[in-house]
């Protein structure tokens, strides 16, 4: 029963992380086409700001919740004006160039920061159920992920700036010729992307130990869930994530954590070999 | 393709001669036969993506896999010659079945980039998880994390005594450089080689020709992962350990910067590419003022904005220019379908 309960906790946990680690390049890739491979690196800028801030004595929730995005989703735009925006329409270019940043944003890390790695205690305790000990920490991170996923769908549904965005990602010509700049479109798109992956590596700080080439371990996995998502952004974010998410835990349990881990990269290669356009691409078309 | 093939060939064994004898005055053999290894590296994902159009995230993969294989065999064979043979034979094996996969599945572009990128991780975190003493093959321990050191390295063959290291090494690696690079010429120059850059140009109009496209780039895709798979033993026998980074994604990243640079669609630029980045890197290696990776990835963004052709047809176009009249017509839009998978 007491490790029933833990299996259930800790496969929601496996599923809310994979979102809130895909969340940010799903929303770039979903609405602009342009797969940021730097996004694990964004990720793990939001840890070091939050790192940062609660050193500085912020609060750590605000630290986390407010400053990771506002600051990340900031370089993002930076980047956005840069790099990315000479880039649109060529897919394999972006990537390329994506790729490069998230080398240089390492290179900037271990500058600033050193080659060391740094860490915060998890601000919320754990506690026992029966003879297993949880982290307390887990449960945040599913309600963030269920309201980020809440609150991408009620802006993309609700709001006029989720109407022009979904117009835009349709019809980009159709968007410009009633009077909204694609390129203001995309910018705004890439600073929102950016702000979430921010919000994710800084929400996942406390858990990891971090340092400069933290990004790597995620943008793969990131990279895997977007794609085999396929085009809807958020049926495609959620039902890649509950797939992998649920596989790899039945397997760490059954076997090992690295049979887990393996478990999930050999489900996207026959996931993607028998759904070449995505899970979305097939069984949810037309969602968002 | 104004050249005879024979003119072809000379200039290639004038100008390599040429190089393999100056080099070594230059640069140390020891740096040096990594960089002609690395350079055989770049061609192999040059081969693949320049000419075939097969853009692998994973090129790594067959670079280890092709160590791993030669460490292995190696181990339990206690001779170097079959092991070097099956070092080039299982990558191949390996990517044509990983390849026939893919390209029967008629996946493209982002897809294919996706699974070559995680069967690279697949590889990488089960050879990194093979610490303990059960994973073993034949008298070889996988050693996980901690590699595999001491195994036999190259001798002369027959004769597992005849240890080849130190110069003559570098020697028989940038003869074995030459010779692939000739090979790669002969391919691109026959037939096949032909009908790979009709593929790359336009899948579907040689698919209604009559030509059995996802066959062809299977045996494309294991060609290449034979080529890395050669780099990958030569290397072990360089370094004289194999360890698990060799499957990593900054490996990868690395061989896709080097063709990036080079020059993609050109057989010398991934050579260029790689062997110049390698010994920049190796230079910057010595100083801690700027971070290396910080550089690497400048490079790569720069390349990208400013010179998507990579240097060697800038270097070409600027040598036309500067000396009277253009022989061949460039040729900017097969370069540009050629980047995009």
Known sequence: MDLTFVIIVETLYAVASLVLISAGLAVVFGMMKVINLAHGEFMMMGGYVTITAVGLGVNVFVAMLVIAPLVVGLIGLVVERLVIRHLYGRLVDTMLATWGLSLVFIGLATMIFGNTTTGISTPITGFAVGNYQIN???FFIIVVSIVLVIGIYAVLRGTRAGLIARGAMQRSDMAAALGYSPDRIYMATFFCGSALSG????????LVGLVPTSGGAYIAKAFITVIAGGPALIAGLVSSATSFGVVSQVFTFAISPVFGEVALLVLAVILLRAMPQGITGRLFKGKL | MARTALQDVLLTLVVSALLIWIMPMLIGTYTLTVLVIYGMLGLSLGLIWGFGGILCFGQ?????LGAYTYAIAAINIGESTLPMLLAVLVPAI?????????????LTDVYLGVITLVVTLILFKFVNSTAGPQYVIGKARLGGF??????????????????????PYYYVCAVALVIVFLLVTWLLRSSFGRIALGIRENEVRMGLMGYDVAARKTVMFA?????????????????E??????????????????????????RIGPIIGAAGLAYLKFLLGQQSLIDNTLITGLILVLFVLFLPKG???????????????????????????????
């Not at chain 2, 390996?94 to 026939?100: I, K, R, S, Y």
């Not at chain 2, 350990?241 to 669609?265: D, K, M, N």
Request: hydrophobic share 50%; glycine share 16%.
């Open chain 2, 146 to 167: 901690n590699g595999i050191p001491g195994f036999q390295t190259l001798n002369v063959p027959g004769d597992p005594g005849a240890y080849i290291w130190g110069d």
């Open chain 2, 60 to 64: 790594a993969a067959f670079f280890g």
């Open chain 2, 94 to 106: 390996f990517a044509a079945l990983l390849g026939a996969m893919m390209f029967y599945g008629r």
């Open chain 2, 223 to 239: 060609i290449g992962a034979a080529i890395a798979g050669l780099a990958g033993a030569l290397f072990a026998n360089w370094g």
């Open chain 2, 311 to 341: 240097l060697a047809p800038a270097i070409a176009a600027l040598f036309r220019a500067v000396f009277g009249r253009t022989r061949r017509k460039p040729d900017a839009r097969r370069m540009r379908r050629a980047r995009h998978g």
């Open chain 1, 199 to 206: 919000l994710a590596g800084a929400v996942l700080a406390p």
């Open chain 2, 241 to 266: 350990i194999v360890t698990p980074s060799l499957f990593s994604l900054g490996q990868s990243a690395e061989i896709i910067i080097w063709c990036i640079v080079g020059g993609l669609g050109t």
């Open chain 1, 136 to 138: 307390g920490y887990n």
